[in-house]
């Protein structure tokens, strides 16, 4: 059986880690506060990979971001994929540069598919994870710009960003973002019975319960949180242990005692 992933997901902007509530954003702390408060020197034992978004839309302000990566993938041995403002072959360059190993991108595929098409020539399909903000209704739908500006229907957008080569599709609710009320999994819905680029679940988790019925589903690969307060200090490795338990065929890190 293919294991499956948990995945917890920083959203970085002015410097600061921010709380995010429907893509409403509220200052947490700084990166000493995030090392203080998720012991980044263990945090590999308790998670399989790492997803940091820098939400700033000043371009003059990408160096510091890099600096902020470069310094938290000294502390943290897993995978990491950031993502936010890649709009050039620059920028992209590097990220991957300064310790990611994927890169997540969601506006340029609905303005820039041709840097797409570019990136998977130069990184490889793996590399990219195609991020899709999207909200429940009469129709499931997509939005781009910060959830500000509508797309049209998921099931188009995925099959677009099965065109482009998207290696990873990072689905996160609009709706249910920073609830804390569990997943929405009515996005699935709109995935076709073929599909076969693994997925990636965000918004909602606010408990291990949440996080054991979207890693049970067969469609979803891979669960993330974005909880910042819900999974402080030992909440992410008591997580995986209770999945464990649970029998969700997680990844065993012999590094981590706890887990059996």
Known sequence: ML?????????????????????RLQRVGDIHWLFRNYHFETISSAIDELIVLNLDNDESRIPEFLSTLEEMVRHCMIPVAAGGQIRNLKTASALLAHGADKLVINTAFFEQPELITELVSCYGSQCIVASVDWKGGEQTTVFSHNATREQGLLSDHLQHLSELNAGEIYL????????????????????????????IYAGGAGHSSHLSLALDHPMIDAAATANLFNFVAGGLRNARNELLSNGIPLAIFNKNPEII
């Open 3 to 23: 294991k499956k992933r948990l995945i917890f997901t920083l959203l970085y902007k002015n410097g600061s880690f921010m709380l995010s509530r429907n893509f």
């Open 172 to 199: 996160n609710a609009i709706h249910r973002d920073g609830t804390g009320q569990g997943y929405d999994l009515n996005a699935l819905n709109s995935v076709p019975a073929s599909w076969k680029t693994p997925i």
